[in-house]
T-cell receptor, first 113, second 112 residues
Framework: RKEVEQDPGPFNVPEGATVAFNCTYSNSASQSFFWYRQDCRKEPKLLMSVYSSGNEDGRFTAQLNRASQYISLLIRDSKLSDSATYLCVVIPISSGSARQLTFGSGTQLTVLP | SAVISQKPSRDICQRGTSLTIQCQVDSQVTMMFWYRQQPGQSLTLIAT?????????ESGFVIDKFPISRPNLTFSTLTVSNMSPEDSSIYLC?????????FGPGTRLLVL
């Protein structure tokens, strides 16, 4: 089983739609969680951290369910510019000073006009 | 935030040759990493580049194949040695600055 699993999509949604992605992780000792966004032929960029209590940033809402070991990303009122690949990132409890990001394979989103 | 540049941005190489990728950061950072992203795949950590000591390699990656230098807190190189077509990938430099991990623009490598 992969350490971090995502539905690869693609998700094709119309502008203005609400879309949600889930990501499951296998290491119950995972400590930190993030969503990164990667545009085509570009490097990943941090979209938002995921906190235990859930957090919202404008149209984006991230939630963590430790019991079921999954995190989610909800995008409301989708824009064309939201089209990208969304990467789920998990960090286990670190040993030493290493920061071991574990990436999901990404979920591809295309927002259609 | 940290601004990261990589050189070259892309290259096409013959099998059996080696390529050195440079990573420059605009701030001093303690932690620098090298990742690989193969076509259609997610990112895989190759190694952590340690300043003043040998790099720490992840399972499946060895120093002879991917030698790394880290002469100071703003610069690192990754060499892909004795290349084969399986090494065709995007190689990304990454740093932790503050609490956030940033990525360079990547080096697209095609090995023929």
């Amino acid at each position: 089983r992969k350490e971090v699993e995502q539905d690869p999509g693609p998700f094709n949604v119309p502008e203005g739609a609400t879309v949600a992605f889930n990501c499951t992780y296998s290491n119950s000792a995972s400590q930190s969680f993030f969503w990164y966004r990667q545009d085509c032929r570009k490097e990943p960029k941090l979209l938002m951290s995921v906190y235990s209590s859930g957090n919202e940033d404008g149209r984006f809402t991230a939630q963590l369910n430790r019991a079921s070991q999954y995190i989610s990303l909800l995008i409301r009122d989708s824009k064309l510019s939201d089209s990208a690949t969304y990467l789920c990132v998990v960090i286990p409890i670190s040993s030493g000073s290493a920061r071991q990001l574990t990436f999901g394979s990404g979920t591809q989103l295309t927002v259609l006009p | 935030s940290a601004v990261i540049s990589q050189k070259p941005s892309r290259d096409i190489c013959q099998r059996g040759t080696s390529l050195t990728i440079q990573c420059q950061v605009d701030s001093q950072v303690t932690m620098m990493f090298w990742y690989r992203q193969q076509p259609g795949q997610s990112l895989t950590l190759i190694a952590t580049a340690n300043q003043g000591s040998e790099a720490t390699y992840e399972s499946g990656f060895v120093i002879d194949k991917f030698p790394i230098s880290r002469p100071n807190l703003t610069f690192s190189t990754l060499t892909v040695s004795n290349m084969s077509p399986e090494d065709s990938s995007i190689y990304l430099c990454s740093v932790v600055f503050g609490e956030t991990q940033y990525f360079g623009p990547g080096t697209r490598l095609l090995v023929l």
